[in-house]
């Protein structure tokens, strides 16, 4: 059965640093496009950016570049989403999804709600 | 970037109707490359369509998606409780992927 079990929930301070992290099972991680969408409270979803772990090719949304950085782990079937500094803008829900080889988001993991506040 | 608009942003249905979803692109996707997903609260989205038109995996008859360039529509023939959640379209045919803001579909 394929799975993606993220990271629990987190409450940061602006400023703070923070990896969050998505754990792949079930199928084979390396061969597979891993992507990282965030959710705002009350509005849709925004896609951030993807990596493939086979060998760690990272690509980024424009609007999330220099914001966030992705990386995986393929030895611990793991991809990761991380902040330098957080803001309390970053105050989102946080998802990894499993690109299809059709293209589109066929498994997801939980989500981690990541709080940012002084 | 493609915007994706969604209406309308809250449809108002009951059991056993048809919901009609639209999903109209700023600009033509490439190759169809439009996929449409269910969110229930407190759950992650999942797939329903893919290739504007293909239904995924184990999703019921009852939905079916259309369309071409930048118009989509996903039907759903006869609503169960189950269907009540939000629906968002995404577009991964041009660079970057974008979601449309979702429809809200509520029981009447």
């Known amino acids: 059965e394929v799975q993606l079990v993220q990271s629990g929930a987190e409450v940061k301070k602006p400023g703070e640093s923070l990896k969050i992290s998505c754990k792949g099972s079930g199928y084979s991680f390396t061969d597979f496009w891993i992507d990282w969408m965030r959710h705002l409270p009350g509005k849709g979803l925004e896609y951030m950016g993807v990596?493939?772990?086979?060998?760690?090719?990272?690509r980024y949304n424009p609007s999330f570049q220099g914001q966030v950085t992705i990386s995986a782990d393929k030895s611990i079937t793991t991809a990761y989403l991380q902040w330098s500094s957080l803001k309390a803008s970053d105050t989102a829900m946080y998802y990894c999804?499993?690109?299809?080889?059709?293209?589109?988001?066929?498994?997801w993991g939980q989500g981690t709600l990541v709080t940012v506040s002084s | 970037e493609i915007v994706l608009t969604q209406s309308p942003g809250t449809l108002s249905l009951s059991p056993g109707e048809r919901a009609t979803l639209s999903c109209r692109a700023s600009q033509s996707i490439n190759n169809n490359y439009l996929a449409w997903y269910q969110q229930k609260p407190g759950q992650a989205p999942r797939v329903l369509i893919y290739g504007a038109s293909s239904r995924a995996t184990g999703i019921p008859a009852r939905f079916s998606g259309s369309g071409s360039g930048t118009d989509f529509t996903l039907t759903i023939s006869r609503l169960e409780p189950e269907d009540f959640a939000v629906y968002y379209c995404q577009q991964y045919g041009n660079s970057p992927r974008t979601f449309g803001l979702g429809t809200n579909l509520e029981i009447k």
């Open positions: 999804a499993r690109r299809s080889r059709t293209g589109n988001l066929d498994f």
């Open positions: 990596i493939y772990p086979g060998d760690s090719d990272t």
